[in-house]
């Protein structure tokens, strides 16, 4: 079986309501969805969450042109071909070694991102090949794993209670663990939606604090200890995008609220750093927008080592199988907790995993166990 052709997609969905987190607004959701297609027939689906949209696919025709004909069951030696792309090497100009140039140092978000959604439908065209779901090739037995509710995105105008009532819901649907976007507001306006929310979901519900990196150190001290209270499961994402592993240790070491971190860390080489610190509690990594499954896979057998959780970001129906594989060194697969906040994925995807009582049950479908709606698709194209 060999590599045919791979085949883009990119799709937009308008959202009913526009929101923000700390840092940037959402009016749409985007995602590229990418066919691997072999000279068997067989075909692996794999998706980007990402922009630009025509930078990422032109990125992915490229990579195609590099990969056709290889084994698509071969996922390092492919991934890392792809990867070496990005580096300088010796006879790499203008073609000379057969590969193209060295790839800008600009585009590399998008050249990570593009890595990563080959990567997923390779995986996804592994486990139909073997007739297995991804979970059951990395070991795991694990048919239902935990999963938690995410919102509390900022809406301009809407009251802080709003917050709790949509965060109260999601436990009412049986959600025993929610994350609140924070970081955005005042500090005192924050304190008193937590607050609210705290008091909407009961004392029993976990609750997680997604900052969006507002903060500095010293202000983040103040924000943590304004928070604890209402005790806190972790803060994730609490310090500015370009503070490094020494500075979440030195936040680490003022509260004891554990540190999430690394879902916008695009490689295993950073990741490691913040592992190595002992800063972190919680690992996360985003196959969708990062260098793809094996990449995920990768971080996720170190922070194993190292006694650090791993917590991925998004993407539930990629990522329910690492969390499955790993047991106990796993915590949750991330969940949107309202469904219109998934427009693109409920239109598009049959099957996957099943969300009752706070677990996501998994299937015994083979790959990621999901198929297509190419009606869903051409409504969505960009």
């Not at 997923?120 to 486990?127: F, R, S, V």
């Not at 090739?137 to 794993?145: A, D, M, Q, S």
């Not at 949509?166 to 976007?181: I, M, P, S």
């Amino acid at each position: 079986m060999k590599i045919a052709d791979i085949i883009v997609h990119p799709l937009t969905a308008a959202y009913a309501q526009g929101s923000w987190t700390a840092h940037e607004y959402f009016g749409a959701a985007q995602l590229v969805l990418i066919e691997v297609r072999t000279d068997s027939g067989l075909v692996g689906y794999g998706e980007v969450v990402g922009g630009p949209q025509k930078t990422i696919c032109d990125l992915i025709a490229t990579f195609a042109e590099v990969i056709k004909g290889m084994d698509p069951l071969g996922h390092v030696e492919i991934w890392n071909k792809l990867f070496s792309l990005t580096v300088p090497r010796p006879g790499g100009l203008g073609g000379w070694d057969g590969l193209p140039a060295p790839l800008p140092r600009g585009q590399r978000p998008q050249i990570m991102a593009a890595i990563g959604g080959i990567d997923i439908a390779l995986w996804d065209l592994k486990g139909k090949a073997m007739n297995r779901p991804v979970f059951r090739l990395l070991g795991g037995t694990r048919t239902e794993v935990f999963t938690y509710g995410t919102g509390g995105f900022y809406v301009e105008g809407a009251p802080l209670s709003s917050y709790a009532d949509e965060l109260g819901g999601f436990v009412a649907n049986g959600f025993r663990a929610v994350k609140l976007k924070s970081g955005a507001l005042s500090l005192s306006d924050e304190v008193e939606r937590i607050r609210l929310v705290r008091n909407a979901i009961g004392p029993k519900t976990l609750l997680m604090l997604d900052m969006n990196a507002p903060y500095d150190v010293e202000g983040c001290i103040r924000y943590a200890d304004a928070v604890a209270p209402h005790d806190i499961f972790w803060l994730e994402e609490p310090l500015h995008w370009h503070l490094q592993p020494a500075d979440y240790m030195r936040l680490a070491r003022a509260t004891p609220i554990p540190l999430a971190h690394c879902e916008r860390e695009t490689h295993r080489f950073t990741v490691r750093d913040f592992i190595d610190s002992g800063a972190i509690r919680f690992v996360q990594f985003d196959s969708t927008r990062h260098a793809g499954f094996t990449e995920s896979l990768r971080i996720a057998y170190y922070a194993e080592q190292k006694g650090v959780v791993i917590a991925p970001h998004t993407a539930a129906h990629i990522h329910c199988h690492i969390v499955s594989a790993f047991g106990d060194a796993a915590f949750a697969a991330e969940t949107r907790g309202n469904a219109a906040d998934h427009p693109i994925h409920h239109a598009i995807y049959r099957g996957g995993p099943v969300f009752k009582d706070g677990m996501l049950h998994l299937s015994e479908a083979p790959g990621f166990g999901m198929d297509v709606d190419w009606k869903g698709v051409e409504r969505l194209r960009s």
